[in-house]
């Protein structure tokens, strides 16, 4: 297999879970901020409107191979932000597990953020 077919699937692993959670961040506004204020955070709906947008632009754009390095490099530093202020109660085995996954989707992330997203992408189709 090629390292473009490889990269593309990467790209479809890596986008499809932060364009739904994104989504569905848009869908319940006011849930979210309630969960963004749980943690003790300020400005609870406006994180909300980011995280949802963010997620849904950052994954949409590493899915489609467009501008994916900024894409892969934000959802990146929203893992390792979600892992730290979310999931850092490392008494609770679930919320450890979620910490390592933050933490390893973030290692993905960057590792496409230095390759590239190959030549089945805009970005490859566009020389960028």
Same mark, same amino acid.
């Given at each position: 297999?090629?390292?473009?077919?490889?990269?593309?699937?990467?790209?479809? #692993?890596?986008? =499809?879970? *932060?364009?739904?959670?994104?989504?569905?961040?848009? +869908?319940?506004?006011?849930?979210? %901020?309630?969960?963004?204020?749980? =943690?003790? #955070?300020? %400005?609870? +709906?406006?994180?909300?409107? =980011?995280?949802?947008?963010?997620? +849904?632009?950052?994954?949409?754009?590493? #899915?489609?191979?467009?501008?994916?390095?900024?894409?892969a490099a934000?959802?990146?530093l929203f893992? =390792?932000?979600?892992?730290?202020?979310?999931?850092?109660? *490392?008494?609770?085995?679930?919320?450890?597990?979620? *910490?390592?996954?933050? *933490? +390893?989707?973030?290692?993905?992330?960057?590792?496409?953020?230095?390759?590239?997203p190959g030549?089945?992408?805009?970005?490859?189709?566009?020389?960028?």
């Amino acid at each position: 297999m090629s390292n473009n077919v490889v990269l593309l699937i990467a790209r479809i #692993l890596l986008s =499809v879970m *932060f364009i739904m959670s994104g989504l569905q961040k848009l +869908t319940d506004i006011a849930g979210t %901020a309630g969960y963004i204020s749980s =943690v003790g #955070l300020p %400005a609870a +709906t406006l994180g909300a409107w =980011v995280a949802g947008i963010g997620e +849904t632009l950052a994954g949409i754009a590493v #899915l489609i191979g467009f501008q994916t390095r900024i894409g892969a490099a934000f959802l990146a530093l929203f893992c =390792v932000f979600t892992a730290i202020f979310f999931h850092a109660d *490392f008494g609770n085995q679930m919320q450890m597990i979620m *910490f390592m996954k933050n *933490f +390893t989707i973030a290692g993905g992330l960057l590792a496409l953020y230095a390759s590239g997203p190959g030549a089945l992408s805009v970005d490859g189709r566009r020389g960028a």
